[in-house]
């Protein structure tokens, strides 16, 4: 059971990336998703879910109006794509899932069953 995360990367501010997390060992469908990020030194951060039923997504207000997630549980893949990038964004980003969410929202990392090794993201200035 492994969920490996990829598309990170150096990129300009105002650039863009696409983060993947894809999935062995199990199978996403029945899976709440989400990501996270952490930044030297601060906490780790929820930005992003995505409901396992309806596919319901919700954005901190961080991230809001500029990154997208979305799933294809065909792929077993989740993703993140991430635009208008600023210094701010720089982190380790990280993504979770949530075995039977029953098409819920969870924003603590606390609620969730499996994580991926992380993908560093640097935006310049």
């Known amino acids: 059971v492994q969920l490996q995360a990829s598309g990170g990367g150096l990129v300009q501010a105002g650039g863009s990336l696409r983060l993947l997390c894809a999935a062995s060992g199990f199978n996403l469908e029945y899976y709440a998703l989400a990501w996270f990020r952490q930044a030297p030194g601060k906490q780790r951060e929820w930005i992003s879910c995505?409901?396992?039923?309806?596919?319901?997504?919700s954005y901190a207000d961080s991230v809001k109006g500029r990154f997208t997630i979305s799933r294809d549980n065909a792929e077993n893949t989740v993703y993140l794509q991430m635009n208008s990038l600023n210094p701010e964004d720089t982190a380790v980003y990280y993504c979770a899932a949530k075995l039977y969410g029953s098409d819920l929202i969870f924003h603590f990392a606390s609620s969730y069953n499996y994580w991926g090794q992380g993908t560093q993201v640097t935006v310049s200035s």
């Open positions: 995505i409901s396992d039923i309806r596919g319901a997504t």
